[in-house]
């Protein structure tokens, strides 16, 4: 059984990205098989993982508007994970399929094609771009559940809202089973009152779940991009690699728990 989850919030810089590569490579760890997906055409996801993306022949944008395998697009990386790398021409797919039939359910037929290739994976994470657009809708058309990355300090929950709005779209019209498995804090300073006091906010308007353990703002993250690693091989011991162990086991619990 696959578990997709599509890691989403349409502000910029609330950590979607380096989640997706630490969950990722902590999920390896503990020997699951796991897929990434890039699908913001900036391309961090990738190039993250040491891969420049202006190297790259074909991907993530040819298997959404050409019809190509996954399977021929697919990249291991060092992480342990493997990898459907974007470039840029991603923001050209957007505009593509922003006229086709049944553009919502792109990125559920994509996945759909791993299993006629016998790329059996337990988890598929899905890194959407900072917005609610074509893709980051797709996505959540083919996930079983949604995370939210969230920074607490700031105002950043103000999108949290309508974010929660096109997951109820998403649930009405093209995926039932949707299921929004919570808020990750994140780049979060325990040692500050406001952050915690905004978390229990958000958690409490919205009667969302709190993803635990939040994941504390180090330095260390800004270091393991340019190094092409996730934060949990560049700085193995780090409090911030220790706690997105600790999520990684926490959704393993909850995935085990559903199926
Ligand atoms: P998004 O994908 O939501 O735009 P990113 O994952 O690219 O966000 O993160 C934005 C910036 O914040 C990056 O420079 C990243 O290195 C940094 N960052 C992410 N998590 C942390 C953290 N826990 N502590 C410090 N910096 C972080
Ligand atoms: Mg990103």
Redesign the pocket.
Known sequence: MTTTLAVA?Q?????????VASIGAALAEQGQRVLLVDL?PQA?LTFSLGIDPEDLEVSVHHVLTKGLAPGDVILETDDGVDLLPATIELARAEADLLTRTGREHVIKAALELLEDDDLAYDWVLL?CP?SLGVLTVAALTAADGVLI?LQCETLSHRGVGQLLDTVHDVRRFTNRRLAVWGVLP???DGRTNHARTVLETISDTYELDVIEPP?????K??E??AAGRSILATSRSSK?AKAYREVAGNLMTRARKKG
């Open positions: 919030n502000k910029g810089g609330v950590a979607k990205t380096t989640s913001d961090c890194d900072p990355p994140t780049l979060y994941i504390p703002k180090t330095i993250f800004a393991a991009p911030g």
